[in-house]
């Protein structure tokens, strides 16, 4: 009887483990065919890409020197805030 439930279980665990398996398996397939779509993409229009990145890469380096000073960083939620109308809040 003991061999009999021991069978039974074991039969169970090798069906859900190999069920698990084959999902993970077309679940790796469906990741693997969309990195390669998505890799296809970048290779199209990589060119692009990095010409687009050489113009704006410079210019937001020199944002971000300018908004790094402790003055226009201090400044910049004062400005928001009168940009949307809100005043300061009272406590």
Do not use: C, D
Request: no cysteine; hydrophobic share 45%.
């Amino acid at each position: 009887m003991l061999l009999v439930f021991a069978i039974v279980s074991t039969w169970r665990a090798y069906r859900r483990a190999s069920r698990r398996a084959t999902e993970l398996s077309g679940y790796a397939l469906e990741q693997a065919t969309e990195l390669e779509r998505l890799t296809a993409q970048l290779n199209e229009h990589g060119f692009a890409l990095e010409h687009t990145a050489a113009e704006l890469f410079p210019k937001l380096e020199r944002l971000s020197v300018f908004l790094g000073q402790p003055l226009v960083a201090a400044t910049i939620p004062w400005l928001i805030r009168r940009a949307f109308g809100r005043p300061y809040r009272r406590r």
